[in-house]
């Protein structure tokens, strides 16, 4: 593609969005003819939100970027669950992010956030914007150490501090608690962004549908109601920033799909033998012995041969290898709709095609419009900075084309 002369890019990141939600939106439907449009655009395993952007923002698998989605820290002896991500390692990614890698560059960045993404894997942004940091008391005594200087001046009280987001609620792991929209909150933020501020790459995350998939289920009516004000969004989105720029590129993109619980099952593991860690599509699971491990993988076989498939010591080459230091000894990958989660109607992270599947488009006055093989959430971080002109060294093997 002719990326000359662009300078300025957007992601527009809808979590878990699919065609099949895009079909439902009648005045965006014909957004993927107008766009560079990938229908097989793939995410990387596990297909799940942190791992997911982690690799959207370094161009890299969680191999490399170490996040792997909730798991069992060895070294302090503590889950580490994205309800607490406040407890995170605030350098958890292991390699640079693409904001990082802007930044050297002299380019100024931004992400906006409905979800505690942002303190993870926007590491390196100019500025971080999501529920928590917005509240200005919070932010002195906050972990990560945002500078009130980092506050941009644009904001101010004409922000609906109504919507607060509680990730540290452990007990509220899908945030029934707040009945408001973080959806609304990322738009009136991403609005002023983009009138007030001259950021090079700005990515705007909204993550509500992916929380009502889980709480009510993929083809929910609750679903089916938020769909109309994403399409909304977007419009709206596109054309401020049509308006204010010649000639930006603009990704609308989704971080993974998600797949209707068929079946929820429970993992036969006998107390105190193993630790579980759940993430929906899959389960992390951690033990102190070998013979323990061996013996619960034989049990889960025989049981639920059919529905989960194991991911112990996976080899460099399998599709599974997400080898970190903090993998679980074993790791089982649930099929179809199987899980061992007590409360979604929907999940995501395992292998199957509708976890994997992710929207993307991409719109710019240089790109040549139509369909487009090969789109992968790899592909995005090296064609960010081809588009602002500066280099990047992240490598992987994985990423077949290092461009989309
Ligand atoms: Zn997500």
Same mark, same amino acid.
């Given at each position: 593609m002719d990326l000359m002369n662009q300078n300025k890019v957007f992601i527009i990141l809808i979590d878990s969005l699919t065609h099949n939600d895009l079909q439902k939106c009648p005045q965006l439907s014909n957004l993927k003819n107008n766009a560079m449009h990938f229908p097989n655009a793939q995410t990387i395993f596990p297909s799940l939100t942190f791992s997911s952007i982690s690799s959207m923002l370094t161009g890299l698998p969680p191999n490399k970027h170490?996040?792997?989605?909730?798991?069992?820290d060895r070294t302090q002896k503590k889950k580490m669950l994205f309800q607490d991500v406040?407890?995170? =390692?605030?350098?958890?990614?292991?390699t640079e992010t693409i904001f990082e890698i802007a930044s050297k560059n002299g380019l100024r960045t931004m992400m906006i956030t409905g979800f505690a993404v942002g303190r993870i894997c926007g590491r390196g942004a100019d500025i971080i914007l999501e529920p928590t940091y917005i509240k200005y008391e919070d932010i002195a005594s906050f972990p990560f150490e945002?500078?009130?200087?980092? +506050?941009?001046?644009?904001?101010?009280?004409?922000? =609906?501090?109504s919507y607060s987001f509680h990730v540290d609620d452990v007990n509220d792991p899908l945030g029934q !608690?707040?009945? =408001?929209?973080p959806d609304i909150w990322v738009m009136q933020l991403a609005k002023q962004a983009i009138k007030n501020d001259a950021s090079d790459l700005l990515l705007f995350h909204f993550p509500y549908l992916d929380f009502l998939k889980h709480y009510y289920? !993929? =083809?929910?009516a609750e679903v089916n109601n938020h769909l109309p004000l994403l399409e909304k969004i977007i419009e709206e989105l596109l054309s401020y920033i049509m308006n204010k720029y010649d000639s930006p590129v603009i990704f609308i993109m989704s971080d993974h799909g998600s797949t209707e619980v068929t079946e929820r099952i429970t993992l036969p593991i006998e107390d105190n033998s193993a630790i579980i860690i759940r993430n929906g599509g899959l389960s992390y699971l951690y033990s102190e012995s070998n013979s323990l491990i061996n013996e619960i993988q034989h049990k889960i076989l025989s049981s639920f041969g059919s529905k989960v498939e194991f991911v112990a010591?996976?080899?460099?080459?399998?599709?599974?290898? +997400?080898?970190? !230091?903090?993998? &679980?000894d074993l790791t089982v990958c649930f099929k179809g &709709? +199987?899980?061992?989660?007590?409360?979604? !109607?929907a999940i995501h992270g395992s292998l199957s095609s509708s976890d994997m599947g992710i929207f993307l488009s991409l719109i710019g006055s240089n790109l040549s419009k139509g369909f487009h093989e090969? &789109?992968?959430?790899?592909?995005i971080a090296p064609t960010i900075a081809e588009i602002l002109n500066i280099s990047f060294s992240n490598k992987t093997k994985e990423r077949k084309d290092s461009l989309l």
């Open positions: 170490g996040i792997i989605g909730n798991f069992y406040r407890n995170w =390692d605030p350098n958890a990614i292991a945002v500078p009130l200087s980092k +506050v941009p001046y644009w904001i101010s009280e004409q922000i =609906d501090d !608690k707040y009945v =408001d929209n289920g !993929k =083809d929910s010591r996976p080899h460099e080459l399998s599709p599974y290898y +997400v080898v970190t !230091k903090d993998i &679980g &709709g +199987v899980t061992d989660s007590h409360y979604a !109607k090969n &789109g992968n959430i790899l592909n």
